[in-house]
């Protein structure tokens, strides 16, 4: 046998004995600590028994026969304090001074709020996540440099006034009303 059988043999070997010991590190199936998500899935129920239910017929009554006249329909009349209560609930926009006007194109006019610009996206993100959960109207848009977030649109400007002094009051965000637009 040569040299170079020699060393071929011995290299032949040394490559086997490290394929014997590194195959089953790499294909144990562990994986990336990554990839092992805890299980989110909860049991399923138990399926419930079957039940068996008789139906029952009642008889329906005689309707060929007018209805008494002498019990008359009784009408709740709510009581004047509760009544006072729904008026005042009731909102105080004035429809003939406060209607949607139309622009030059017979669109019309929309108004929103802008309440604030941001250079980072996640501030802005996570204001509108804020007021979102709230139960308000929240979209972003991107400009140039800023990303700014808007609440609305609403056709009657005084809705957002009042908008605009409500977070100005609960979230101190001062806002600008300023013309909807769909760019």
């Known amino acids: 046998m040569t040299e170079q059988q020699k060393k071929r043999l011995v290299g032949a070997a040394a490559v086997i004995v490290s394929a014997v010991i590194l195959f089953p590190l790499l294909l144990d199936g562990s994986g990336y600590r990554e990839r092992h998500l805890q299980e989110r899935m ?5 399926m419930a028994e079957a039940v068996d239910i008789e139906p029952t017929r009642q008889a329906l009554p005689d309707s060929a026969a007018p209805a008494d006249p002498a019990a ?80 609305g649109p609403d056709l009657q400007r005084s809705r957002l006034e009042q ?18 637009t769909t760019q």
């Open 163 to 180: 908008l605009q002094a409500r977070l100005k009051r609960d979230y101190s965000l001062e806002g600008m009303i300023v013309r909807f």
């Open 42 to 46: 909860p049991p399923a129920p138990q």
């Open 72 to 151: 008359p329909a009784v009408v709740k009349v709510p009581s004047p304090a509760l009544r006072s209560a729904i008026e005042k609930a009731r909102p105080s926009i004035d429809a003939t001074s406060d209607t949607p006007a139309l622009d030059q194109q017979q669109v019309p006019v929309a108004w929103t709020l802008q309440l604030a610009s941001f250079r980072d996206e996640a501030n802005a993100r996570s204001l509108r996540k804020e007021l979102v959960g709230a139960g308000y109207k929240v979209y972003i848009r991107h400009g140039p440099d800023m990303v700014r977030v808007f609440v």
